[in-house]
């Protein structure tokens, strides 16, 4: 089936499912409506390789960053045309911004900072479970999706194979019982409880970070390095303790320190010229590699 071919089936299957699509103007990826209720509209760039539907591809479900305030989809089309090209399929995701207006630094409210997560994991499920109803439709292997994201988005990737039992509780069932992301990669990325990760459910992990990062530690710090006095303190474990820990549990993980760096590294290899890597580290993992490595640049 061609691509126009799966669009007009897509287009009439979401008739009845409120889903949304078309082409853009480039015609190189296909923007879909994953949610949509009477306040919010939450879409996707799907950049598809060739031949998808047929052989089956795998999937990287990409989350922009921004502060969980700015940030929009259009981050991830360059990582998207770069994968496609290689036939890896892959998704750029909005999500609810919750911290537009709201202060997401030392200022703010530590609880309004965990309830964006929250919220942005969910959404990523909310997408997930979307492309899983339709993966045989698209061409995408179930079993073969990754998550990606920088900086807010690398927040809430870490956090979202990770938080299942408490967001199932909170929001209720939103992914398959036995469904298991591939693996992620985050760029300049924490998690607010190293303890989430654990030795049954550990997913291998390509994460990278400047040592200097000022606003998401690279070790285990506050974040923005707030002071204990701060309405906004929140301590997070960076990728340097999540490398530490997923080594400890004999897990699949990749670092890249980059000393003396600062934030800028959080989409350095997603948008910058070693994209290879993320590539590179999908098709170690898909080939069943298990490795520990950590390259300092």
């Known amino acids: ?87 890896i399929a892959t ?9 537009r207006n709201r ?38 292997q179930k079993d073969q999706i990754f998550l990606g994201g920088a900086s807010a988005g690398a927040e809430t990737i870490l956090h979202a194979p990770y938080w299942v039992d408490v967001l199932v509780e909170e929001y209720g069932q939103q992914l398959p019982d036995d469904f298991e992301y591939a693996g992620l990669i985050g760029g300049a990325g924490a998690i607010v409880d190293i303890n989430l990760i654990s030795e049954k459910n550990h997913i291998p992990s390509l994460l990278f970070h400047g040592d200097m990062d000022p606003l998401v530690p690279y070790g285990i710090a506050a974040h923005h390095y707030c002071p204990p006095t701060a309405s906004g303190w929140l301590m997070l474990f960076g990728s340097n303790a999540i490398f ?18 600062g934030h800028e590294i959080a989409g350095y290899y997603f948008n910058g010229s070693a994209r290879e890597q993320v590539y590179d580290f999908i098709e170690r993992v898909l080939e069943g590699e298990q490795f520990v490595s950590h390259l300092v640049r």
């Not at 998704?91 to 911290?99: C, E, H, P």
Request: with cysteine.
């Open 1 to 87: 089936m061609t691509i126009q071919m799966r669009l007009i089936f897509f287009s009439l299957i979401c008739m009845n499912l409120a889903c949304a699509i078309r082409l853009p103007a480039q015609a190189d990826f296909q923007t879909l409506t994953y949610y949509e209720d009477d306040l919010n509209r939450l879409q996707l760039d799907l950049f598809l390789p060739d031949g998808a539907d047929s052989i089956g591809v795998p999937l990287l479900i990409y989350v922009h960053g921004g502060g969980f305030s700015g940030g929009n989809r259009r981050e991830g089309h360059t990582i998207g045309r770069y994968l496609r090209d290689r036939g």
């Open 244 to 261: 530490e820990h997923l080594e400890s549990l004999s897990g699949t993980v990749k670092l890249i320190s980059h000393i003396g760096a």
């Open 103 to 140: 202060d997401f630094s030392c200022g703010g409210v530590t609880s309004e900072k965990i309830r964006a997560i929250r919220t942005a994991v969910y959404d990523t499920w909310l997408a997930t479970s979307f492309l899983l109803e339709r993966s045989e439709l698209l061409g995408i």
């Open 91 to 99: 998704a750029s995701i909005s999500y609810t911004l919750l911290m």
